[in-house]
């Protein structure tokens, strides 16, 4: 895949960027490690001053940060301001936070018959971070944020099509006075991961993809004895029970399966609705979905713009018409607009089989699936069946029902009358298929830690 700025909205090919020749690598590579050995030994005032810099740089060039995503990767531009906030919410928390999640944790030093025993907390070096493009920033920045401020250094690969966006996060972290060398952007494809990942001034690696890309990146860093951490997306269950507010949770669940233009690896997917309440629910859901207003992603007022790439699209199309052809109903969406760019309507299917496509797999649009449960359990049983463990939602009022669904849905994250979201404050990550590790709250910071184990006896002599 090209290098390039491919407007989603239009089709237009902005602008191509040649791929970085193995000598530019190599420069990099070794400016990271040469970094790393200054950086790791910065306090953490001196890193939360530079953090706080680039939180403001994100403030003051917010409108024109959020016009470069969307023109990138078609998010609606009120979204990708939203984006840009968050990131500097991102930058600040850290800064704030680093040095308590960090803190030396002491041991029961007379249990082990030390004068003192502790944890300390310390940076592993030049971490890889392979990132995707459905959040160009905010994806990057779940890694940068917390890692630069344990002392490690950055190599960020982003996503082809949104090279601009990784250029600039090179470009922020410099102008916030990082030193040079510790964040750095690769404008490299794919097929050049794996000698970069083996590359013995690599330490680590973090990537949020498909399946199969997590696959790899994780048997080459098994055999290289390095850690990764993996966020490899979902098929999110959003449940419904009787007790709840039916408008309420239609409306949530309407902006659960189209933020981002659907193409969130949190975003609500499956509809798993009580036999008690299902018709009601599917009424006020499809009113939600057919009113939400598809067009030019930069205009106010638009609630979703294109998908990401023409490929996008075309996968879509595909899952959806393998639902209809075996025997799912169409309640509305379903076909693409004619005219330019990769735009795709909220969709809502129902009578889903285990034979659909659409039932085992992830669908990266506004595409959403019912079904239609007799009780508790088998909500749970429809929403634990699948590879997928990144979030789940479940509305209910019912103080037991909430407890059951902490406890048995099969999720890294379970929000309770609220749709999956990522916060600073809290650890996100998922289980199964989904990956393993995880990114912000005290948890993400730690992942890329030597947890250092330090043992001391009394002086003697």
Not at 88 to 101: D, I, N, P, Q, S
Request: with cysteine; aromatic share 8%; glycine share 10%.
């Amino acid at each position: 895949m090209a290098i390039a700025t491919t407007n989603p909205a239009t089709g237009e090919t902005v602008k191509t960027y040649d791929e970085m020749p193995e000598a530019d690598v190599e420069r990099c590579l070794a400016a990271a490690a040469a970094a790393y050995a200054s950086h790791r030994l910065t306090s953490f005032d001196e890193r939360a001053g530079w953090m706080n810099q680039a939180a403001r740089i994100l403030d003051d060039e917010q409108d024109q940060i959020a016009a470069m995503m969307t023109t990138e990767m078609g998010k609606t531009l009120a979204a990708a301001r939203q984006e840009v906030a968050k990131c500097a919410g991102a930058c600040r928390y850290f800064a704030g936070h680093a040095a308590e999640f960090l803190a030396d944790e002491p041991g029961d030093a007379g249990a082990v018959g030390a004068d003192d025993a502790y944890v300390s907390y310390q940076p592993l070096g030049p971490v890889l971070a392979i990132m995707p493009w459905n959040f160009p920033l905010w994806q990057a920045m779940r890694f940068a944020a917390p890692g630069l401020m344990a002392g490690n250094v950055g190599l960020l690969k982003h996503a082809s099509n949104v090279p601009a966006t990784a250029l600039f996060m090179q470009d922020l972290f410099a102008r916030a006075g990082f030193p040079p060398g510790v964040f750095q952007t690769l404008l490299v494809g794919s097929k050049r991961v794996e000698p970069i990942l083996r590359d013995p001034r690599v330490a680590a690696a973090t990537l949020t993809g498909s399946g199969p890309a997590g696959q790899s990146v994780a048997s080459i860093a098994g055999s290289e004895i390095k850690k990764v951490v993996l966020e490899l997306g979902g098929s999110d269950p959003f449940i419904v029970m009787p007790s709840v507010d039916l408008r309420a949770a239609a409306e949530v669940g309407a902006f659960a399966r189209c933020i981002n233009n659907g193409q969130s690896c949190i975003a609500a997917k499956r509809f798993i609705v009580h036999e008690a309440v299902y018709h009601e629910f599917e009424r006020l859901f499809t009113g939600q979905m057919s009113a939400k207003v598809v067009g030019d992603p930069m205009a106010d007022g638009t609630d979703i713009g294109p998908l990401a790439s023409e490929q996008q699209r075309d996968d879509v199309e595909k899952l959806v018409a393998d639902a209809v052809a075996k025997g799912a109903r169409l309640l509305c969406g379903g076909a693409a607009p004619e005219g330019p760019g990769f735009y795709y309507p909220p969709t809502v299917l129902t009578n889903i089989t285990p034979e659909m496509r659409v039932h085992g797999e992830e669908v990266f649009g506004p595409v959403a699936t019912l079904y239609r449960v007799p009780d508790i359990d088998a909500a749970i049983e429809v929403a634990n069946g699948t590879e997928f463990g990144l979030g789940a939602n479940a509305w209910t009022n019912d103080e037991a029902e909430r407890a059951r669904f902490a406890r048995d849905l099969a999720a890294g994250m379970v929000f309770i009358n609220g749709n999956v979201t990522s916060y600073p404050e809290l650890p996100f990550g998922g289980v199964k298929s989904s990956g393993f590790g995880r990114e912000l709250f005290r948890h993400g910071i730690r992942e890329f830690c030597n947890a250092k184990t330090v043992w001391a006896g009394a002086p003697r002599g």
